[in-house]
């Protein structure tokens, strides 16, 4: 079983940056990729960003290449998105999860967080 809890979110203006930080509870963490979804007003929910459970590989969605990078820190239980170059269409509901596959599909994560809100302004 695998607990996620979000926090750093919150409101910036447009070009502005924010970190995002998972934290995890539960020894087997370290063996689960772990992926950044979000959800905006009215809209389904979508992949932003994935971490295979040791770190070497990563992914991302065309539209945060470049602004977005994913890590984690294993012995800390912790996984971040670090967020540069914000824009208004960035704004939604950024939500944690952890998957025994490295995936950009959200049927592949059992495990989610509550989610934390990130508001761009322009």
């Known amino acids: 079983q695998v607990q996620l809890v979000e926090s750093g979110g919150g409101l910036v203006q447009a070009g502005g940056s924010l970190r995002l930080s998972c934290a995890a509870s539960?020894?087997?963490?370290?063996?689960?990729?772990t992926g950044w979804f979000r959800q905006a007003p009215g809209r389904e929910r979508a992949f932003v960003a994935a971490?295979?459970?040791?770190?070497?590989?990563?992914m991302y969605i065309g539209s945060v290449k470049g602004r977005f990078t994913i890590s984690r820190d294993n012995a800390k239980n912790t996984v971040y998105l670090q967020m540069n170059s914000l824009k208004p269409e960035d704004t939604a509901v950024y939500y944690c999860?952890?998957?025994?596959?490295?995936?950009?599909?959200?049927?592949?994560?059992?495990?989610w967080g509550q989610g934390t809100q990130v508001t761009v302004s322009s």
């Open positions: 971490i295979s459970w040791n770190g070497t590989s990563t």
């Open positions: 999860s952890a998957s025994p596959v490295f995936s950009a599909r959200s049927q592949n994560y059992p495990y």
């Open positions: 539960g020894r087997t963490f370290s063996s689960y990729a």
